[in-house]
């Protein structure tokens, strides 16, 4: 069986209602409306770091209050940065408070007075969606600084932001992997079709999409050779990429969410088991050492 034949397999091996339980696109997922879905996806996208249960619980609590002041889109739309500084303020979560979600809420609410969808800022992508992820991030980030006066922050420039809110907008510029804001894209720009992605964006195609570069998915390319590089760079996204291009030419990026929820289920052990990793489809041609640890212990 080619390596082409295991992905499928294990793309067609995920179940997927009980993985979008545990996966932040479910928080897009739940509205209808075209703008809360988008700005829910920038919430929940750039949050996207560290364990599921952890983030979860903060985005939980964050759209309980956004959406008793009308929704994502309302809250852009209407902003109020006294306001929603009173009902963001408490939140924490590792690098990031109340006050990073507070100045992108701000920055947002500027670019869609001049514009319809974020999506407006990527083009033209053409075959490459690096300079249109430039142009956002960009964008974002000056917004933001603009924002930052009526959010009670001081900052001449994006240097002189609060960690949290620079952690937010990372660049491709800086060598990045961009894993969020490439499964931001991945959201916004797939079709629906698949029940996962949202399909909403349908100016750039899926095949200029960046497979959004986790520790789960760089591991498990390893492992099957889709890239010997060790480092979670943007470089090592793109040839993670290239190689899955080989398989899908239309739509690279369609194996990211079974790839990765191999690892955030805990399927992947990081490591060669025989009775764990029978079962898997891509066993046959994964190349990890072996799993000397107790079934259950920390790796």
């Known amino acids: 069986m080619k390596i082409g034949e295991h992905l499928e397999a294990v793309y067609g091996s995920v179940d997927l209602r009980e993985r979008l339980a545990?996966?932040?696109v479910a928080y897009p997922r739940r509205y209808v409306n075209r703008r809360d879905q988008e700005v829910a996806g920038v919430l929940a996208a750039t949050?996207?770091?560290?364990r599921v249960t952890l983030f979860g619980a903060v985005l939980d609590t964050l759209f309980s209050r956004l959406d008793a002041h009308g929704g994502p889109a309302h809250v852009v739309t209407h902003f109020d940065p006294e306001t929603m500084r009173e009902e963001l303020g408490s939140l924490r979560y590792r690098f990031n408070t109340g006050v990073d979600w507070l100045l992108l809420l701000g920055a947002l609410h500027r670019i869609y007075t001049e514009m319809e969808s974020l999506e407006d800022l990527l083009l033209p992508a053409g075959d490459a969606i690096e300079d249109g992820l430039i142009r956002l991030v960009d964008r974002l980030?000056?917004?933001?600084?603009?924002?930052?006066?009526?959010c009670g922050v001081t900052a001449t420039g994006f240097e002189a932001l609060p960690r949290g809110i620079r952690y937010l907008l990372p660049s491709p510029r800086s060598g990045s992997a961009?894993?969020?804001?490439?499964?931001?894209?991945?959201?916004?720009?797939?079709?629906?079709?698949?029940?996962?992605?949202?399909?909403?964006?349908?100016?750039v195609s899926p095949r200029a999409l960046v497979v959004p570069l986790?520790?789960?998915?760089?591991?498990?390319?390893?492992?099957?050779?889709?890239?010997?590089?060790?480092?979670?760079?943007?470089?090592?996204?793109?040839e993670v990429t290239d190689a899955l291009r080989v398989f899908d030419p239309e739509d690279p990026v369609r194996f990211d969410f079974s790839l990765a929820h191999l690892g955030i289920s805990g399927a992947c052990l990081g490591a060669r088991h025989p009775t764990v990793c029978s079962s898997c489809p891509l066993d046959p041609i994964c190349c990890a050492d072996p799993y000397l640890g107790p079934i259950g212990g920390a790796l």
């Open 22 to 24: 545990a996966d932040p």
């Open 214 to 238: 986790d520790t789960h998915v760089l591991r498990i390319a390893r492992f099957i050779g889709l890239t010997s590089r060790r480092d979670g760079s943007w470089r090592t996204a793109l």
């Open 141 to 150: 980030r000056v917004e933001v600084v603009a924002s930052a006066a009526d």
């Open 47 to 50: 949050l996207a770091y560290g």
């Open 178 to 203: 961009c894993k969020r804001w490439n499964l931001f894209l991945r959201w916004m720009i797939r079709p629906a079709s698949d029940g996962v992605d949202l399909g909403l964006w349908t100016k």
